[in-house]
């Protein structure tokens, strides 16, 4: 288990928390769930992509400087062990990077915060929802690899919102 300094990346600036240099808000279901609902009901598809780049996007910097600062965490492993501690202190759920490369691989969630909260807000879904865990993956994909920010694509080809045993996640590079 790498070993993070939570005292000192966890931290206030007067009303602010900030997380390794980022500002940060912590929302609970209702929020976050009632978000995606929104986004979804009203703009579709560019809805689900506002969430998956935003999720890309602070994950990625957040990761980044997080990388940048331990100069410890040098190998592929480490730092997906770290992401993924990164996603249970956060709140995020449990993640598992099961088969990775630079070209992408199978990452699968066995519990997590939106399926959760997806589920006692809404109930089961027909179609996947882990918008934001894609994008959570892509940003972590990308930072791990050196590669840009949209690099991946990540599709979910199974998803515990529609009652299915885990959320499973497919990644591929754009080039593939
Ligand atoms: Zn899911």
Known sequence: MTALNWQKELSREGHRVVFSGQPFTMHCHHYNMNLQKTLEDTLGEEGVQLLFQSAEESNYNIFRHLIDQYNQIKTT????????????????????????????????????????????????????????????????????????????????????????????????????
Do not use: D
Not at 161 to 174: K, Q
């Open 77 to 176: 492993k480490s730092k997906l062990e770290m992401a993924a501690t990164l996603f249970q202190y956060c709140g995020m759920g449990v993640i598992h990077f099961q088969t990775t490369g630079p070209s992408g691989g199978r990452i699968v969630s066995p519990s997590s915060h939106h399926v959760t909260g997806w589920l006692a807000k809404y109930g089961r879904r027909h179609t996947p929802g882990c918008h934001f865990t894609r994008g959570w993956i892509a940003g972590i994909m990308a930072t791990t690899y050196n590669r840009p920010l949209g690099e991946y694509i990540v599709e979910e080809t199974s998803c515990k919102m529609m009652r299915e045993p885990e959320c499973v996640f497919n990644v591929t590079t754009h080039k593939t």
